[in-house]
């Protein structure tokens, strides 16, 4: 099922990024910047970034840990403002939550409402919105079959286990509808089977629902087994270091992707892009 | 110790053996003839609760510490959530809540007699003031411990700030609300008495008063096991209340897997 409103106009005066062939950017990130504080205390956390994203691609970000991925996450999100450079969808700048956008956060049991059901928690984002009774049903339902969560409705998420907590985060986001879907190191605290699961998930969404989606992770090998294009960040305060096309048929496989010259090459590529000194 | 004994055997032990110590400290006049024995006392309690007198006087001990009780919550909460989601009148009423939380509601009762008269109206405003600050306090500390994560999604998914109050800060702070509403049920009845007591209000504390002047050694005790029991009863329906509305809470939760 393809989203109806997806990505169509291309755009005008679209500066970020590696061009992308035909393909429009949704999400332009433009010499981005973020300081906390002011004047001379203030502390930069990221210098200057700018790439883009495009409609129906995975982007990863993957850099050292306390590089500022977070901040920059919350800076598309619109859950706080930039410093300096801008970042818009579809040409629009972000200034608040756009509601075109669902975020995913790496800790599944701090944005999962204890005090609701698997089922409530997914509908909570929904109800500002003021569907008709049957739809939010519909989009509720077919959010907890896409996570294969659909028998867990009525359970809380401390039931369940982590992998199937963040499923439920996952879901959520799916019933809001989003266009482009930002996740924050989503699968950082589930174990290594599990992971593959979600990854998988991740796969499955794009295809299944046209979504753009863009994921932080400090994996690399993850970043490679997901993404079309990685972004590379590095050294203090944040910067990119360089966009690497991930050149890996379609449909990755968990086993058969990874087991690719290519897949190892790439992640070397990648490392030591990462590991190398600034 | 070794021994496991079932809880409910032992309690009732334990009730045995305090009632054996008073009777034989009746029995040896320790308390020079102020200690009734048990019989007595349970005969004189008989009585009082064949009295309608008697049960219009619970009936308004009850009454206005749940008025009380439940005016100072909603008070309390409405207040708690508004002072806790504005970080500067946080700030600026901290220190007055501060000094005004050990301040106990009985050093105000002249005042409020004054006013008000030995009435109901008298006993359940003590009852309210009484219970009213640590429950503001108590809300304000749940606002504020409201998981950033929590309101992060809820702004992220572009829920507005009434909504974001509503459906996240306000049940995220429940346990917490809980919490000073078990510790404030207790003291509701205790005021409500303290106040018919000092006070002159209706109800058990009126009571306790006449049968203290009337030097009726056996209706005081009667009384005083009433009053034990209400006490008892309150704790429990705030408990079952509490276990009711946070069974998600880490601390009532009944499953939990890995």
């Known amino acids: 099922m393809t989203s109806p409103h997806l990505a169509t106009t291309p755009l005008e005066g679209s500066l970020g990024g590696e061009p992308q062939g035909q393909r429009p950017a949704r999400l332009d990130v433009v010499h981005l910047a973020k300081s906390y504080g002011t004047g001379d205390g203030a502390k930069k956390v990221i210098e200057d970034l700018t790439f883009s994203v495009s409609a129906r691609e995975i982007v990863c970000i993957v850099g050292p840990s306390g590089i500022g991925k977070t901040t920059l996450l919350k800076c598309l999100a619109g859950l706080q403002p930039t410093s300096g450079g801008r970042a818009a969808i579809d040409g629009r700048e972000i200034s608040g939550p756009p509601p075109e956008m669902a975020l995913v956060f790496q800790d599944y049991s701090r944005s999962l409402m204890p005090w609701l059901t698997v089922r409530k928690n997914v509908v909570l984002p929904l109800r500002h919105l003021r569907l008709p009774k049957a739809e939010l049903k519909a989009r509720c339902d077919e959010a907890l079959e896409a996570v294969g969560l659909a028998h867990a409705e009525n359970q809380f998420p401390w039931q369940l286990s982590g992998g199937m907590q963040q499923r439920v985060a996952i879901a959520r986001a799916l019933a809001y509808r989003p266009e482009i879907l930002i996740m924050d190191e989503p699968f950082a605290s589930v174990d290594a089977q599990t992971r593959f699961d979600l990854e998988d998930l991740c796969l499955k969404i794009r295809e299944g629902f046209g979504m753009t989606i863009l994921v932080v992770t400090h994996d690399i090998d993850e970043a490679v087994y997901l993404a079309d294009r990685v972004v590379v960040l590095g050294s203090k305060p944040a910067r990119v270091l360089r966009i690497v096309d991930v050149e890996l048929p379609s449909p990755r496989d968990q086993i058969g992707t990874r087991a690719l010259p290519e897949f190892a090459a790439q992640r070397t590529d990648v490392l030591s892009l990462i590991k190398r000194p600034a | ?258």
């Open chain 2, 1 to 258: 110790m070794a021994l496991t004994v079932k809880p409910a055997v032992a309690g009732a032990a334990g009730i045995a053996v305090a009632l054996a110590i008073w009777q034989a400290a009746s029995s040896a006049h320790a308390a020079g003839g102020s200690l009734p024995a048990v019989a007595t006392v349970a005969t004189d309690l008989g009585g009082l609760l064949a009295e309608p007198d008697f049960w219009s006087a619970v009936g308004a001990t009850v009454g206005i510490a749940l008025l009380g009780l439940g005016a100072s919550a909603a008070a309390g909460i409405v207040v708690g959530v508004l002072v806790g989601s504005f970080e500067p009148i946080r700030f600026a009423t901290r220190a007055v809540l501060e000094f005004l939380k050990p301040i106990p509601p009985i050093v105000i009762l002249p005042l409020v007699v004054l006013i008000l008269g030995p009435t109901g109206q008298m006993s359940w405003f003590l009852v309210f003031l009484g219970c009213l600050l640590p429950i503001v306090m108590q809300t304000v500390d749940g606002v504020h411990s409201t998981d950033p994560v929590a309101r992060d999604t809820a702004r992220s998914y572009g829920m507005g700030s009434a909504e974001i109050l509503a459906r996240i800060v306000v049940p995220s702070s429940l346990p917490y609300i809980g919490t000073a509403m078990r510790v404030s049920a207790p003291a509701a009845l205790i005021i409500t008495v303290v106040a018919g007591l000092l006070g002159g209000g209706p109800g058990l504390g009126a009571r306790l008063y006449l049968a203290q002047s009337g030097g009726d050694y056996p209706t005081l005790y009667a009384l005083v096991i009433v009053l034990g029991v209400l006490g008892l009863m309150f704790q429990g329906a705030t408990r079952f209340a509490e276990r009711r509305l946070l069974h998600w809470h880490e601390s009532y939760r009944e499953v939990v897997h890995s």
